[in-house]
């Protein structure tokens, strides 16, 4: 049985080592992780694994509880991971990254307004960032607390996860997802680009208006028209 998830470790790995490569991670910083609904189990990072020692042999493979199935013990991210995709059905991939300038805005604890045409094209909306945890939501399950509070900064906010695949946790970093593993990982390298030009054009000494929302829906929905609804086939390497 454990053949059957050999082809998704290996796609897990790959995207693992899509971080460092992005200039998204660095270390053994973030994970990325993919689901086989049919089969139940996600594949994710190992925890404390560095990303250029991965070998698909050591991925782990987690039913959708948390149990490990096979291969190295799990991220501490996974149940942040499994919140998300209980939450969001149509995502098929995630990634949790440390990139610098959405990790600037994720310190601060501010949204990253819609500001311009990439971002209009990636994200139909801003980026939101969570509210802080509580204490008690530390100490109660730190993890799956940082997925439920990203899930509740889209809903709060009426964004949908088709539609925006980004979230930053304050005090922490970004979480990306999508589609696929790699599609998530697409959206993590706009995601950092938008955070750098929304932090820059923030700083000028007056008020920057928002894209209008005329050009937010051209921009969005002429190159999402004949997408799937978790994004098209992305051009990472």
Known sequence: MSNNYEQLKERVCKANKLLPRNNLSLFSWGSVSAIDREQ????????????????????????????LIEGSPPSIDTPAHLELYRSFPLVGGIAHTHSKWATIMAQIGLDIPVLGAVHAEYFYGDIPCTKQLTNEQIHKDYSRETGLQIVRALYEKKLTPERVGACLVASHGPFTWGATELVAIQNAIVLEEVAMAAWHTMQVPFKVGRIPQTMLDEHFFTRNSKQTPMGEVPEVV
């Open 40 to 67: 139940g189990v996600m594949v994710i990072k190992p925890t404390g694994a560095s990303f250029d020692k991965l070998t698909a042999k050591v991925m782990s493979v987690v039913d959708l509880s948390g149990k």
